[in-house]
């Protein structure tokens, strides 16, 4: 059973308008949470992460919200760029637990 | 910067190949990861290792085999290739904090 789902396989967004990807965990153990975006053929790259004890992290462009009550993270990404057309994977880890656990991936195109 | 080289950016195997894909850290990261990559699963984790000559099972370990004999290299071994097999294939590694991957193996088993 996924611990981490991303339920959205794709998203389309428009150039310059807000990109939104969300991701669910179950385990609540969890307290390190990760995005990475990946392009065809590469390995993913780590993007921004949270722990647990924050509920917003920003790094440029980039904004990691976290709701632990719901158990649910998002990332924004503003503006959107066209060089921003990846998938998008979110991961879980269990603090000083050497597993991280992903999702399925979220393909986000940005059209110009 | 943190770089983890994985020796083969495409690999095409026959069916019941002993197949050896190689990974190489160089920032003295005491875990280290093999993880497959497959439409519509995200990464699915093989097996990992916390340090030398230790390793542990992930989700999907049946018909893998994993060595790690020196703390910068961490090798996944395919016993014998089935075409089930064939995926990309991730080597990460870690500190405390986030996992550092690879380029990626695409690997074929015809």
């Known amino acids: 059973d996924q611990q981490v789902k991303q339920n959205s396989p794709s998203l389309s967004v428009q150039e310059g308008r807000i990109s939104i990807l969300n991701c669910d965990y179950t385990?609540?153990?969890?307290?390190?949470f990760l995005w990475y975006k990946k392009y065809p053929a590469e390995g993913p790259t780590f993007l921004i992460s949270i722990s647990s004890i924050k509920d917003k992290n920003e790094d440029g462009r980039f904004t990691v919200f976290l709701n632990k009550s719901a158990k649910h993270l998002s990332l924004h990404i503003v503006p959107s760029q066209p060089g921003d057309s990846a998938v998008y994977f979110c991961?879980?880890?269990?603090?000083?637990?050497?597993?991280?656990?992903f999702g399925s991936g979220t393909k986000l195109n940005v059209k110009p | 910067d943190v770089k983890v080289t994985q020796s083969s950016r495409y690999l095409v195997k026959r069916t019941g190949e002993k197949v050896f894909l190689e990974c190489v850290q160089d920032?003295?990261?005491?875990?280290m990861f093999w993880y497959r990559q497959d439409p519509g699963l995200g990464l699915r984790l093989i097996y990992f290792?916390?340090?030398?000559?230790?390793?542990e099972k992930g989700d999907i370990p049946e018909g893998y085999s994993v060595s790690r004999e020196k703390k910068e290299r961490f090798s996944l071994i395919l016993e014998s290739a089935s075409t089930n097999q064939t995926s990309m294939y991730l080597c990460?590694?870690?500190?405390?904090?986030?996992?550092?991957f690879g380029q990626g193996t695409r690997l074929t088993v015809v």
């Open positions: 990460a590694s870690s500190f405390t904090g986030e996992a550092f």
């Open positions: 991961a879980a880890r269990v603090y000083n637990f050497n597993k991280f656990y």
């Open positions: 920032m003295d990261h005491e875990n």
């Open positions: 290792s916390y340090d030398v000559k230790m390793k």
């Open positions: 385990n609540s153990m969890f307290d390190y």
